[in-house]
Each structure stands twice: as C-alpha cells, then as structure tokens.
C-alpha cells in the first residue's frame, strides 16, 4: 500500500500545477479590457431595468447579475471585481467535473479531466469573462454530479438538488434548453438497465417537479422565439463551425496518446456512462446546429455552446482510460499539465489579454485625438438591434444599443449611427455635408467591420475630397480619424511604429515623453525642431501643433527627420505630455 507522504507529494505537485495554470491562463487576464458583452454585463448591473431593453428582453433576464452586482459593492467597479465571479464559478465546476470523472471514469481520473478541461480554451475564456456561461458550466456540472448521486444512493435529498440545480440552469441563460436532454437520458439508461434502486414512477415524480419548476422559463421562452430573428447576428453554420466546435482534436490527442503509450485496450464503461459523457459533449452542438436550420436563425455561437466544453474534457478523459493502465494516472496527469501550462499559456506576450477587443485603449486613443471639445465622433451600435425605427440619431442616453459607451468615457461630440450601414446612409450624408466638412477633424468608432465601411464611405464623398485620415486598431476595435487635408495625418498601428523603433530603448513603443516646464516654452528645441507654433509657459489644456519637421535623435548621432507631424500636448499642473505621431 501507498505511503501517505508519497500521496501528499502528488497532491501538492497537482495542486501547484494547478496553481500555474489558473495564474497564468486566469488571473493574468484579469485587468485587460472588457470585449463588448462585458460592457453589457456592466450596463445590466447599472440599469437592471431599463427601459431602452424592450428591444431584447432576454439579455437582462439571467440569475447570473446578482454575482457581478454583488462583487461590484464589495470591491468597486473594475474589470477585475467583475471578472471574479466566473473566475470562482469556473474554479467550482473544475472541481465538479474531477468528481464526475473519478464517478464515471476511474478513481483516478479526476487530476486528468481537470487538466483536460484547462487545456480547452473554451474553459480558460469563459473563466474570466464578465457573462453568464462560467456560472452555467458550474450550475450544469452541479446539477450532472447530484444526479449521479440521486440514482446511485436512491436518496431524495440528491433528487432535491439536482432539481434545484437543473432549474437555475435555463434561468441563467435561454440558450441552455438542450442540455434537459441530457439530464433525461441518463436516468433513462440507468433504470432502463436495472443499474439503480431509483424506480420510473420516482423517476417521473422527480422531473414532474422539475418541469412545474421550469414552467416560467418555457413560456419566457417562446415567447421570444417569435422575434430571434431581430437577434440573430452570425449566418448559418457548415459542417466544418461543427466539427470545429466540438473539439474532437484533444478527445484524438488523449486517447492516441494513451494508447501509443501502451498499445492495447484496457477497459469498457457502463453504457449509461458513456451515454452520459457523449451526450454531454455533443448535445448542445447538435441540438443548436439543427434548430439554426430548422429556423433559419443561427445560434450556432462558440459562446452558446459553453455547456458542451467540459464534455469534451471528460470525453478526453474517456479516451485515455481505454487504453491508460490503472497505475499510471498520474503520470498521466502530470504530463497533461505540463503540457497544458507550456502550450495554454501564451508565453510569447508578458501578459495576455482575455479578448481582442480593447475597447479601453481605444477610448484612451480617441481621448488623444479628440482634442476639441465638440470634435465629432461617429459610434456606430456593436448590437444588431440597433436598426430602424429602434435606432435613430436622436436615441436617448445611456441605451443598451449604446452600452459600451459609459463605461470607456469618450471625449467630443457623440453622433449615434445604426448596426445596419443602410440604415445610417441618408443621416451620414445629411451630417457629412453640414457638419463633418465644417470640422477640422471627426473620428469614427467601434467594431472593425463597422469603421471599416464608414472609413470607405466617408473617403468617397465629395465634401470630404483632399481630407486626410488613418486607422488606429487596437484588435477589433479602430478608430478612424479624418483631418482636413492642410492638418497632419496619423499613424494606422497602434504600437510599435518605424518612429518608435528607430528611436534610444527609453522611447520606444509610441513613445509618451514627459518633461517639467516651469516658465519655459512647452515644446523642448533639443526634440522639436521646425515647429509652426509654441505654447505659452502659463498654457493649460489640450493642444495639436502642426510642424512641418520632427528632429529625433538617434544613437548614431544624427537626425531622424519626419515630415508633417502631430504633436498632441496636455498641460496638468505644469507637466507636459507630448504624445507625437507620424506619417
């Protein structure tokens, strides 16, 4: 028999490995920028019941915002305090899912199916993201384990909490409907195969409650169903969105694995377990794959099919113990783990981001630019509702079809524009022609695609010929900036441009140099060579100065010259910062 300290020493490693991925694959993204349905979860929490929601009832209509309303009144508004709940959340079904592993696979398999689970992205994203689906794949795995629970011991205090926990599922999220399916075969299998004291009429009785108790939801249900189509936002999925999505390849990495490893088939699962385990991986996927045909209205979206993402950890898990010997669990393990936190853990940026949108950056970006008070910003809606008669330019503030904008404050004035470009095309050439062509610069937005269109549109109008502009991209969010043909253009990368790599280390990366000025012109002459204008040392506020050379220097001795320049300066208190773009 095993020593008891040869049993800690493997414990402490698995906890510690543990420990590496949930820092590096969690907690490190925490601080980084909201994506666009955060900035939702964020507006839900501010004005629960806002009016400006009739558009699309069902977004509000969760059990999941009372875990960010409440982290919110403990620590404050941030995108860490907000992000915690998932990160808890996802830290309990990790531990569920190990249990349901060692129930239905092997009492060993728990540290395998939770290192499964880490190595799929799925599971690391909706760890830290400020939505509903880290709650429902705990409220899920909860619901699975007391389930098994129920028809293994036959007690009707299981029975209790799996039906507590099978009717918050569909409260936290609508798109949850198919996962009932898998509740219902498993105890179907089960005491169809006599492989439980759990009768049909206990059985029957069980989901009978269980139905009186989701009678609400169905009705909430359909309900919306006759308006999905004002919701739909991807087109209809192919076979490869499908195969894509169940994420066969580590269910083919484990069980190969295993079985190169030892080369022949070790063990066969009770039908209803395996039932249970493959009903949980595709499931979700088939069920939203065929209602988005049947309808015509797609929901076949990575974040819709969250459930069926510890399927496939536990299906992997399955694979493995095939052909995996019963004593090398974990050294099967440990070597997942590691591979999980050598190949997860995006080791080629000091600090990745949870998603590709940075919205804040990119409100700190259109602070830069937007340097007039009443400089116009075109904000195209992120949100497919936004279309006519919904939308209109005189949309009341703040609105869920606007509800990015609160939260990354943006300077200048707003000018609202639809989801749908046809739906803006008449506003934008009636506000291109009286306002836009009378500015000295207006910036456009949002999503890429949106300012993408826009940026095109605008570059093609009469009134907006020999006008200057230039991408700012900061992921799927950009910024376009238009400025008359007489001011400076800008750069289109948000880092790392030619001028920042040519100049001394201290510089680089977009450079911000700040210098103190007391009684002494702004702008240095030992940087600033050729320049139109200067501030006064008294000077407060926001300034753009238009030069026709910047003299950088270089480590060679010489100067790097760059025509037409902007200069943006800000003044606070006597500390001037100098943020310089180039062509």
């Known amino acids: 028999m095993e020593n008891a300290g040869r049993r800690h020493a493997w414990l402490a490693l698995f906890v510690f490995l543990l420990a590496a991925c949930i820092a590096r694959q969690w907690l490190v993204p925490l601080p980084s920028s909201f994506w666009v349905d955060e900035l939702v979860t964020a507006f839900v929490v501010a004005h629960p019941a806002h009016a400006s929601f009739a558009i699309a009832p069902q977004v509000p209509a969760s059990l999941y915002y009372w875990m960010p309303r409440i982290s919110q009144r403990l620590f404050g508004f941030s995108e860490i305090s907000y992000r915690l709940p ?261 080791w080629t940026v000091r600090s990745p981001r949870h998603d590709n949108s940075d919205w804040r950056s990119a409100a700190l970006a259109e602070n830069h630019f937007a340097i007039a008070p009443d400089t116009p910003v075109i904000c195209p809606s992120p949100f497919v509702e936004a279309r006519t008669p919904v939308w209109r330019p005189d949309y009341p503030l703040p609105g869920f079809l606007y509800a990015h904008l609160p939260f990354y404050p943006i300077r200048g004035k707003v000018y609202l524009f639809p989801f749908e470009e046809a739906d803006g095309e008449q506003y934008a050439a009636q506000l291109s022609a009286t306002t836009l062509s009378q500015s000295a610069r207006f910036i456009v937005y949002g999503g890429d695609a949106s300012v993408r269109f826009w940026q095109n549109w605008f570059m093609h109008r009469p009134e907006l010929q020999g006008w200057q502009n230039q991408v700012q991209k900061f992921g799927d969010v950009w910024l376009a900036v238009f400025t008359r043909g007489d001011g400076a253009r800008l750069s289109d990368r948000s880092s790392g441009s030619g001028l920042a790599r040519r100049l001394p280390g201290g510089f680089r990366n977009h450079f911000n140099l700040y210098r103190k000025v007391i009684a002494q012109p702004l702008v240095d002459a030992v940087f600033l060579t050729g320049i139109h204008h200067t501030l006064p040392p008294d000077s407060a506020g926001s300034f753009v100065i238009l030069g026709n050379d910047i003299g950088v220097p270089r480590e060679d001795g010489n100067d790097s010259i760059l025509p037409h320049p902007t200069t943006v300066v800000h003044v606070v208190d006597g500390l001037a910062v100098l943020h310089m773009t180039e062509l």
């Open 86 to 346: 998932s990160v808890l959340a996802m830290a309990l079904a990790l531990f569920l899912i190990g249990r349901i592993a060692a129930r239905l696979i092997h009492p060993q398999a728990a540290w395998f199916a939770v290192f499964a689970c880490l190595g799929l992205r799925g599971i690391n994203y909706f760890a830290d993201d400020a939505r509903p689906y880290a709650l429902g794949i705990c409220v899920a795995a909860a619901a699975v384990l007391f389930e098994i629970r129920w028809l293994d011991r036959a007690r009707w205090s299981d029975a209790a909490l799996f039906v507590l926990f099978a009717a918050l599922l569909w409260r936290i999220h609508l798109i949850y409907w198919p996962f009932y399916l898998v509740f219902a075969l498993y105890p179907l299998m089960r005491i169809a195969g006599r492989d439980t004291r759990v009768t049909w009429g206990q059985s029957l009785a069980v989901f009978a409650v269980l139905a009186l108790a989701l009678i609400p939801v169905i009705l909430q249900s359909l309900s919306l169903l006759r308006e999905a189509g004002a919701h739909v936002i991807t087109s209809l999925p192919g076979f490869r969105d499908f195969q894509h999505e169940i994420r066969w390849s580590l269910v083919a990495i484990c069980g190969g694995g295993a079985w190169l490893l030892s080369r022949k088939s070790r063990g066969r699962f009770p039908a209803a377990s395996l039932a249970l385990i493959g009903a949980w991986w595709l499931i979700q996927p088939i069920a939203l794959f065929v209602f988005s045909y049947a309808t015509g209205n797609s929901v076949f979206i990575t974040r819709y099919l969250s459930l069926a993402v510890p399927g496939s950890a536990l299906m992997a898990t399955a694979a493995a113990a095939i052909s995996l010997p019963a004593n090398r669990w974990r050294e099967a393990s440990l070597a997942l783990g590691i591979g999980v936190l050598l190949v997860m853990g995006h």
